[in-house]
Structure formats: structure tokens, C-alpha cells
């Protein structure tokens, strides 16, 4: 009886301290920046604040509303959801590799939004990125 209870706060311990690691990494190294209101459906981004100034830099990313927006090392502007196609871990933009890369699972994708390598066999869901002066415009696409 004793192995038993001894064995199931083991058990319980670990369950708890999983839970706990698994929170922790839900969101990627890079601070966020989203601001208080908004939805995904048409909204802008003004560079000169110092909150998005980095996006004028190849690899740099932010999120905004429920987006990654990012510069990539092409210097394209892309904006995907933030969310891996897989299990909905959070997604991070790795200048180095110039990929998105899922925290979770290490699903990556392309500057593209297409599935580089999986376990995601799903492409990211692209929203059009437009500049005008230092004005940023996303929208969703079709």
C-alpha cells in the first residue's frame, strides 16, 4: 500500500512538473508586441513606433493581434498566423535558417508559409503585407 502511494506522487510530481515545462515554452524567446485591440481583419502598423522599428531588419519578427509578421532575410514582409498548422504551438522566425520554426514539435516553414519539414503537413495561412512610407497594411488574403 505504501509503494502505491509512493507511486502515484511520483506520477502526480511528474505530471505537474511536464505541465509546468510545457507552459513555459508556449511562447517563442522574442518579446511580444501586440497591441490592446484589434482583430486580424485589416489593421496597421506604424514602423516609426519603436515597438516594430526592427521590422525594417531581416529577421526580425513580431506579433500582432494573433500574427506573426516578419522581415525575412530576402527582405520580404510576410505575415502568417502565429499558430504552427500541427498542434497550434508557437511559431518563431529563425534568421538563421530563414524559416519558421514551431517551438513544439520542430515543424518549419518556409518564408513562403509552406511546410518545410513536419510533422505540419499543412501550409500557414499567408495575409497580404503592404508598405507605404513607414505605414505597414495587413490584410487577409482571398
Given at each position: 500500500?505504501?509503494?502505491?502511494?509512493?507511486?502515484?506522487?511520483?506520477?502526480?510530481?511528474?505530471?505537474?512538473?511536464?505541465?509546468?515545462?510545457?507552459?513555459?515554452?508556449?511562447?517563442?524567446?522574442?518579446?511580444?508586441?501586440?497591441?490592446?485591440?484589434?482583430?486580424?481583419?485589416?489593421?496597421?502598423?506604424?514602423?516609426?513606433?519603436?515597438?516594430?522599428?526592427?521590422?525594417?531588419?531581416?529577421?526580425?519578427?513580431?506579433?500582432?493581434?494573433?500574427?506573426?509578421?516578419?522581415?525575412?532575410?530576402?527582405?520580404?514582409?510576410?505575415?502568417?498566423?502565429?499558430?504552427?498548422?500541427?498542434?497550434?504551438?508557437?511559431?518563431?522566425?529563425?534568421?538563421?535558417?530563414?524559416?519558421?520554426?514551431c517551438s513544439w514539435?520542430?515543424?518549419?516553414?518556409?518564408?513562403?508559409?509552406?511546410?518545410?519539414?513536419?510533422?505540419?503537413?499543412?501550409?500557414?495561412?499567408?495575409?497580404?503585407?503592404?508598405?507605404?512610407?513607414?505605414?505597414?497594411?495587413?490584410?487577409?488574403?482571398?
Amino acid at each position: 500500500m505504501v509503494t502505491l502511494g509512493a507511486g502515484y506522487l511520483a506520477v502526480a510530481g511528474c505530471m505537474s512538473a511536464c505541465k509546468n515545462k510545457a507552459a513555459k515554452t508556449e511562447e517563442p524567446v522574442k518579446a511580444s508586441a501586440e497591441p490592446k485591440a484589434g482583430s486580424v481583419v485589416g489593421f496597421t502598423i506604424d514602423l516609426n513606433d519603436p515597438q516594430y522599428a526592427d521590422l525594417d531588419k531581416p529577421g526580425a519578427y513580431v506579433y500582432v493581434n494573433k500574427l506573426i509578421i516578419a522581415r525575412t532575410n530576402e527582405g520580404n514582409l510576410v505575415a502568417f498566423g502565429k499558430k504552427c498548422t500541427h498542434q497550434g504551438g508557437p511559431l518563431a522566425y529563425n534568421a538563421e535558417s530563414g524559416l519558421f520554426q514551431c517551438s513544439w514539435h520542430g515543424s518549419q516553414f518556409s518564408g513562403k508559409g509552406e511546410v518545410h519539414r513536419g510533422p505540419a503537413k499543412v501550409n500557414l495561412k499567408a495575409h497580404n503585407v503592404a508598405k507605404e512610407a513607414s505605414t505597414l497594411t495587413i490584410t487577409p488574403k482571398g
